[in-house]
C-alpha cells in the first residue's frame, strides 16, 4: 500500500519513532533536579510583572464583548484565531521550556466594531490521560520527568501548541512532531487527530504549512529516529492529500518552518543537529548540538515531481521562521529569515524564562538568503532585529516587496518584541511602530482588504500583552501606514499567556 507513491512501511517508519516518540525510553534514566521552577516562577513575577506573559491562564476564558476603541472597519469580519503553549503547570509542577506548555486556542470573532473572545486548552489525549491519572505522565521536548508512562507514538505526546489552520474545511490545532489536531468550530473542542490518509496517522505534520494563492497547501515533517527523514504533503484546496513524499535527508537540524516558490519547496537543515547518541541521556532538546563550522544544507524539491530534488550549501545559520520565497527567471531563489548567530534563544532563554529567569541571547535579526541555480548559496544579512515574518497571502511563492516582523528597538528593556515593522524589500526601507515599554506585541500578520488592490491593501492583525496593565488586546493596522500606530483596538479584562501563531478566518 502506498501513499502518494511512498511505501506504507517508510511512513511508518517515520511516524514511529519521529523525534518526540523516543522520549518515553530515554526519560527514565533522567532524574530531573528538585528545583522548584513553579515557585521560582511565581516569586519572580511578584517582582517582575513582564513573566506575566508565560504564567498559566484558567482551562477556558470567554468575554462576550471587548472594550474597543478606535475605528475597527465595518468590512472586516471573520475569526481571528491564535494558538501556543499556555498550560505550563500541571499538577504542581512547571514545565521547563516555554515550548512545552500545552497549547491553548484563542478566538477572536470580529463583526466590524463587535468583539468577542473565546480561549479553550486543547484537550488532547495526552491531557485526557493526565487528568484521568490525576497527575503528570509525560516528558516534554525539554522537560523530562522522573520517570513516565509509555507512549505509542508521537502523538502520545502531542501538545498541539504551535499554530492554528483553517483549510478544506477544517479547523486544526497545529503542532510539529506529530498529526494535526482537529477542533470543533462551533465549541473549539479538539475531536481527534487529522491524516491526510490513512497510510500518514500519526506522521509528523509541521506547523508552518504554507498554502499557494490557488489554495493548494505544502507542507513538511520532521522525523529524527530511527533515521531522519522529511515527509512532504501536498494537499488540494479541498483537503484532499494529492501526493506524498519520503525523503531520507542525511543529519537532520532543528526544520521547523520552510519556504515554497511557485515551482518548489526549499527546505533549510541548519547544522543544529540532532544526535541520537546523546538522546539515551538527555531531552530532544538537548540532544541537538550547534555546530557552527559545519554547513546549512538547502534542500530544493521540485513541487511537480518529489522525486526531483537538489541540494545547496549555506554557511551555518540559527533560525525558526522564514518569511517568503520566490525564484527569479534565471532560476536564483530568494528567501526571507530571521537568523540569530547561535540557538543561545532557544536553549537558554526561553528555557529559564520558565523559572522567571531573563537570560539575554543573540537576537534574531532579518535577513535574505539567495541561492543560485547551481552552487553554494549566501546570506545577505542585514542588522534589524526581526521575528515572526509575515507575508500578504496572495504574494506566497511569490516575488513579495513587503515582509511584516516583530522587531525591538536598539537598546529594549529585556530580549522581547517591541515593535511592529514593516519592511519594503524594493526601496529597502522600513517603518514600525513602537508599542513602548510596558507592552509585548505578538506576531501579527496581514489580512487582505476585501476587493483591495495591491499586496498591501488590508491590515496587519495581532494580540498584545499590557504587562503593566495585566490585560492583553487585539490590535488593527492599516498595513499602508503602519508607523501611525493602530487605527482600532478592543481589549480583554485578562492576560493571555504570549504564543506563537495565528490564522485568520474570513466571513
Ligand atoms: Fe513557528
Not at 477572536?108 to 488532547?124: E, L, M, N, Q, S
Not at 484521568?132 to 502531542?158: C, F, W
Not at 538527555?282 to 534542500?299: F, G, I, M, N, Y
Request: net charge positive; hydrophobic share 40%; aromatic share 10%.
Amino acid at each position: 500500500m502506498t501513499a502518494g507513491g511512498i511505501p506504507r512501511r517508510s511512513f511508518l517508519a517515520a511516524s514511529a519513532a519521529s523525534g518526540l516518540a523516543g522520549l518515553a525510553p530515554f526519560a527514565p534514566a533522567l532524574a530531573a533536579s528538585g528545583e522548584d521552577w513553579g515557585g521560582a516562577f511565581a516569586a519572580a513575577l511578584r517582582r517582575n510583572p513582564v513573566l506575566l506573559g508565560w504564567k498559566t491562564p484558567p482551562d477556558r476564558l470567554d468575554t462576550g464583548s471587548l472594550a474597543v476603541t478606535g475605528a475597527w472597519p465595518a468590512g472586516l469580519k471573520g475569526r481571528f484565531f491564535r494558538n501556543g503553549p499556555s498550560i505550563h503547570d500541571r499538577f504542581g509542577r512547571r514545565y521547563r521550556h516555554w515550548f512545552d506548555g500545552d497549547g491553548m486556542i484563542q478566538e477572536f470573532a470580529i463583526d466590524g466594531g463587535r468583539i468577542a473572545h473565546r480561549g479553550r486548552t486543547v484537550r488532547t489525549p495526552k491531557l485526557a490521560r493526565e487528568d484521568a491519572a490525576g497527575k503528570r505522565l509525560y516528558s516534554g521536548y525539554a522537560t523530562h520527568l522522573e520517570s513516565t508512562a509509555p507512549v505509542r507514538g508521537p502523538d502520545g505526546l502531542n501538545a498541539a501548541n504551535i499554530s492554528v489552520l483553517h483549510h478544506g474545511g477544517e479547523l486544526l490545532a497545529l503542532w510539529e512532531g506529530g498529526s494535526a489536531t482537529r477542533l470543533e468550530e462551533s465549541t473549539l473542542a479538539a475531536s481527534g487527530f487529522k491524516s491526510w490518509s490513512p497510510q500518514l496517522g500519526g506522521v509528523p505534520f509541521s506547523a508552518h504549512p504554507k498554502v499557494d494563492p490557488d489554495g493548494t497547501l505544502w507542507n513538511i515533517g520532521c522525523a529524527l529516529l530511527p533515521r531522519p527523514a522529511l515527509v512532504l504533503y501536498h494537499i488540494d484546496r479541498t483537503g484532499k492529500l494529492v501526493k506524498a513524499g519520503l525523503v531520507d535527508a542525511g543529519p537532520m537540524g532543528l526544520v521547523h518552518d520552510f519556504v515554497v516558490t511557485q515551482k518548489s519547496l526549499v527546505i533549510l537543515i541548519q547544522p543544529f543537529l540532532f544526535d541520537p547518541g546523546r538522546a539515551e541521556r538527555v531531552s530532544v532538546l538537548d540532544a541537538h548540538v550547534w555546530k557552527p563550522q559545519a554547513e546549512t544544507r538547502v534542500l530544493v524539491v521540485d513541487k511537480a515531481d518529489f522525486g526531483k530534488r537538489r541540494w545547496h550549501a549555506l554557511p551555518a545559520c540559527f533560525g525558526f521562521h522564514y518569511g517568503n520565497g520566490w525564484e527569479e527567471a534565471d532560476g536564483t531563489i530568494r528567501l526571507d529569515h530571521c537568523l540569530a548567530g547561535d540557538p543561545g534563544i532557544l536553549t537558554e532563554t526561553l528555557r529559564y524564562v520558565m523559572k522567571g529567569e531573563f537570560r539575554p541571547s543573540a537576537p534574531l535579526r532579518y535577513a535574505q538568503i539567495v541561492l543560485p541555480p547551481k552552487g553554494d548559496g549566501r546570506i545577505e544579512s542585514r542588522a534589524e532585529e526581526a521575528e515572526f515574518a509575515k507575508v500578504a497571502p496572495a504574494v506566497v511563492g511569490r516575488r513579495h516587496r513587503y515582509v511584516y516582523t516583530l522587531g525591538a528597538p536598539e537598546n529594549p528593556q529585556g530580549w522581547h518584541f517591541r515593535t511592529v515593522v514593516k519592511r519594503d524589500l524594493e526601496r529597502g526601507t522600513a517603518e514600525r511602530f513602537d508599542y513602548g515599554p510596558g507592552k509585548i506585541p505578538e506576531e501579527h500578520i496581514f489580512v487582505p482588504r476585501p476587493g483591495g488592490r495591491g499586496e498591501d491593501d488590508g491590515w496587519l492583525i495581532g494580540t498584545v500583552l499590557d504587562w503593566k496593565k495585566g490585560v492583553s488586546g487585539l490590535s488593527l493596522f492599516d498595513a499602508q501606514a503602519v508607523a501611525a500606530g493602530p487605527i482600532a483596538q478592543a481589549w480583554l479584562p485578562y492576560p493571555l499567556p504570549l504564543g506563537f501563531h495565528g490564522a485568520f478566518v474570513g466571513g
